[in-house]
């Protein structure tokens, strides 16, 4: 059974680790990985037609809790125990439930100190008691209800602490909820935290930079924390510009070392080449900085180390690569429409003409043979192949360049 600390309005966790308010999807994720036989019964629950519109979950159902990400930004913003039996609980290193420790009314006012009245949902027959960033829900019986509003003159605005119990017995919670701000129907997802930072760089966002009928780069406003320590650290926003044939030096110096260097030691378009290069094994092979936190990948010419292809990520859930990469939140201009991270494809077309007939991508590899997401749709229009996912949303943009290495100065021209 998990021991775990409430922190209201912050967290939920212990001294190895935390599910903090804020944090990205991905990273709970890496904790629930590690802490493989601790943390069991793990589910990801999703709107699959339509992600935009419910909130992404992930349920611990052996743990009792479930965590609630903003489905757009993908962090977290809400934290539900939803099974106190489940876990144990505690509060400035006191035990408020356990299976020694039960959960009463009476309990949570003297632990958690004085708030405002206690608010009856009558559909779902259940008392709300909220602290700042904290609601606590008691299921009453209805007969308790009516005994205590006669009491009251028929008042509806009655308290928890008001309902006459059978002796011995009391309100007993059910469910606590952890969330930003005072009222948990408002709640939303906050900043990513500094203490999710980790030393990482990421996006706010990145608009694509056109011309002449072709992209010449891509517009990254970033963030980061200023310092290692967290008691000095503070958020430091800055601004660089990714240009299509610029070298892996001046990539790095801009952006930084990415997460990871993949090198393509497979190319599946060589069967479009000549028959006499068909066998040829290169010597070189092209290959891609990954920035999983920026939801980007560059891939670099082998022989030039210049960079010809942007590939942005949207992680949709439902998409082979889900949760490999931080969302890229882009805006793209293009013949009089704007295309983002949250557009639908079909809403794209009514001002594009892309290419008639889609290739069907069917991501699979030797180690797992079977893609469980189905296939997805590429559909190229310019310098531009959108990859659109089979519920009408696009999955990832790849922008190729022309080998030429545009000048910064030229982007405003």
């Not at 708030?115 to 602290?131: A, R, S, V």
């Not at 958020?235 to 030096?249: D, N, P, V, Y």
């Not at 180690?367 to 949303?393: H, K, M, R």
């Amino acid at each position: 059974m998990l021991c775990l600390d409430v922190i209201p309005e912050f967290s939920l966790g212990c001294d190895q680790w935390q599910f903090v308010l804020g944090m990205h999807f991905s990273q709970a994720v890496a904790i629930i990985q590690l802490q493989v036989g601790k943390i069991k019964g793990v589910q990801v629950l999703y709107n699959d037609t339509d992600p935009l519109t419910v909130d992404m979950v992930i349920n611990l159902s052996q743990d009792g809790i479930r965590l609630f990400f903003d489905p757009n930004s993908q962090r977290l913003k809400l934290i539900e125990i939803y099974s106190m039996k489940s876990v144990k609980l505690k509060y400035c290193s006191k035990f408020f439930s356990s299976p020694e420790v039960v959960p009463t009314y009476q309990v949570i006012e003297e632990y958690f100190g004085a708030t405002h009245p206690g608010l009856y949902d009558e559909e779902k027959q259940l008392f709300m008691l909220n602290f700042r960033g904290l609601t606590f829900y008691f299921p009453v019986n209805t007969k308790f209800l009516e005994m205590a509003r006669e009491q009251v003159n028929g008042d509806s605005k009655n308290t928890i602490g008001s309902l006459n119990f059978p002796c011995g017995t009391s309100a007993i919670v059910s469910r606590v909820a952890i969330y930003s701000g005072q009222n948990i129907d408002n709640t939303a997802a906050p900043e990513l935290p500094l203490s999710c930072f980790y030393g990482q760089v990421y996006l706010e966002k990145a608009v694509l930079l056109r011309g002449q009928n072709r992209t010449k780069g891509i517009k990254l406003n970033l963030v980061a924390a200023s310092h290692t320590r967290l008691t000095e650290a503070s958020k430091k926003h800055f601004e660089r510009t990714i240009l299509l044939g610029q070298s892996a030096q001046e990539i790095t110096s801009a952006i930084g070392c990415p997460s990871k260097v993949f090198y393509k030691s497979e190319d599946k378009m060589k069967i479009h080449s000549p028959n006499n290069l068909r066998s040829v094994t290169a010597d070189l092979s092209d290959y891609f900085f990954n920035y999983f936190t920026l939801g980007l990948d560059l891939l670099f010419d082998a022989r030039t180390n210049l960079v010809k292809k942007l590939v942005l990520h949207t992680n949709y859930p439902g998409h082979y690569n889900f949760n490999m990469y931080m969302r890229c939140e882009f805006t793209l201009a293009l013949n009089g429409t704007t295309v983002d991270a949250s557009s639908k494809w079909n809403q794209v077309c009514e001002n594009l003409t892309p290419s008639d007939q889609p290739v069907v991508l069917n991501r699979a590899s030797s180690t797992n043979t079977i893609n469980p997401f189905g296939s997805t749709f590429c559909y190229g229009y310019e310098d531009i192949i959108f990859e659109v996912l089979p519920n009408n949303y696009i999955g990832s943009l790849s922008i190729f360049g022309d080998g030429r290495n545009y000048q910064i100065a030229q982007h405003n021209a």
